[in-house]
């Protein structure tokens, strides 16, 4: 399984005090001692692309990984990999969401949302114009980034939600002789799949997960199946440490909702995923010649009963479902060893110290911090 959007084995999401922040990079922040990994390996997830949120119309440089547990964040990364970068329209990115301390940073509106784009690769264009003039000119890692989406060397994954901004979008990057790579989230793709498809833009969406704001107020649970019959290439990603565990479930929901055939409800978390990140000359599918990532499932993978039994990341397995129940018991030892020590060092008179409970947090698009 392929995750095109996840936010696992970060700590921050969101570099949101401006609205362009294209010189940051998530690959410079990778935490490779996240449990999610594991997590993630328990679920069948061999390979993810790590975004930067959404809290900015030009957001930061993504990071996609594969998931070695147990290696160094640099040994993640696959090497050599295309280039991505997130953009964000809707509520997110004008803020309308963010209570009443965030009324000073442009845009607040729609409108500025669209003109930040147009602003931002009318100066790139500029910039780029005046570097190969031969003059002198001062490097500008933020305008470096922009060069390359106007010149096709960085894809663009962008968070979308309301089709009259999809089409803005698009429009913009037709007007800079560039396409968009993907629309993420885009549960209004139903609407306007065929100028997706003419546009040569993917989409990776949620199978049912909305009613979390306003923008998300259209969306169906046919949305994927909708998109593909159109031939759109369609993903279902996660944005979400849990959901991320139950991708293979979240596929299968579009064979129930959208009469999908299995084999490509299937390719929408495997293959599709792949070829958005322009890595399935790699991955997303068994061939000769691509890398050994598999996954042996107890059952039918769209299964709800389907568990994976072993997690294989270029030929070494990552996850075992024997050898995480033998840990498990190892720790229930270790927990109960722990615990009568504590009991006993109590009644010899020694200090105690109160319970201090601690929520793990999860990280998505929206997380600001």
């Known amino acids: 399984i392929i995750d095109e959007h996840s936010h696992i084995a970060t700590a921050a999401v969101n570099e949101a005090g401006q609205n362009s922040t ?41 990071a996609i990984i594969k998931l070695k547990w147990g290696e160094s ?12 970068i997130k953009f964000a329209l809707g509520e997110n990115v004008k803020q309308s969401n963010w209570g009443s301390f965030a009324k000073t940073r442009f845009p607040q509106t729609r ?5 930040i784009y147009i602003d931002y690769f009318t100066q790139a264009q500029a910039y780029e114009a005046k570097k190969k003039s031969g003059k002198p000119y001062r490097k500008d890692l933020e305008m470096e980034v922009l060069v390359e989406i106007l010149n ?10 309301v ?11 037709e007007k800079f002789n560039f396409n968009i790579n993907t629309f993420t989230h885009i549960l209004e793709g139903y609407k306007v799949a065929d100028k997706m498809k003419a546009h040569g833009v993917g989409g990776s969406t949620f199978s049912d997960w ?26 279902i990603n996660s944005d979400d440490a849990e959901m ?51 996954v042996l499932w107890t059952d039918h993978p769209l299964s709800i009963y389907a568990k994976a039994e072993k997690t294989i ?8 479902i024997n050898r995480d129940e033998q840990m498990r018991k190892a720790m229930k030892k270790e927990k109960s060893e722990l615990i009568t020590m504590m009991l006993q060092a109590k009644n010899k008179g020694s200090k105690t110290r109160s319970i201090e409970k601690k929520e793990d947090e999860t990280f998505h698009c929206d997380t600001v911090n």
């Not at 999610?36 to 993810?48: C, E, K, P, Q």
């Not at 299937?266 to 598999?294: C, E, Q, Y």
Request: hydrophobic share 40%; proline share 3%.
């Open 22 to 62: 294209a010189e940051v990079s998530i690959e410079d922040v990778i935490d490779p001692e996240d449990v999610d990994i594991y997590r993630n390996l328990a679920g069948g997830v061999t390979s993810i692309q790590i975004l930067h949120g959404s809290a900015n119309p030009i957001g930061g440089r993504s």
């Open 73 to 84: 964040a640099d040994n993640l990364l696959y090497k050599n990999s295309p280039k991505f």
């Open 111 to 115: 409108m500025g949302v669209e003109q």
């Open 152 to 161: 096709q060397e960085r894809y663009v994954t962008c968070h979308s939600y």
């Open 163 to 173: 089709q009259s901004e999809i089409n803005m979008l698009m429009k913009v990057a």
């Open 210 to 235: 909305w009613a979390y704001k306003y923008e998300v107020n259209d969306a169906i649970p046919q949305n994927a199946a909708i998109m593909h019959s159109q031939g759109v290439v369609t993903a």
């Open 244 to 294: 991320s565990r139950r991708l293979n479930q979240e596929a299968a929901k579009s064979v129930k909702y959208g009469n999908v055939s299995e084999e490509d409800a299937w390719k929408f978390v495997t293959l599709n995923p792949a070829k958005l990140l322009h890595i399935d000359h790699r991955v997303g599918s068994i061939k000769t010649g691509k890398d050994a990532d598999l």
């Open 313 to 320: 990341i270029d030929g070494i397995v990552y996850f075992d």
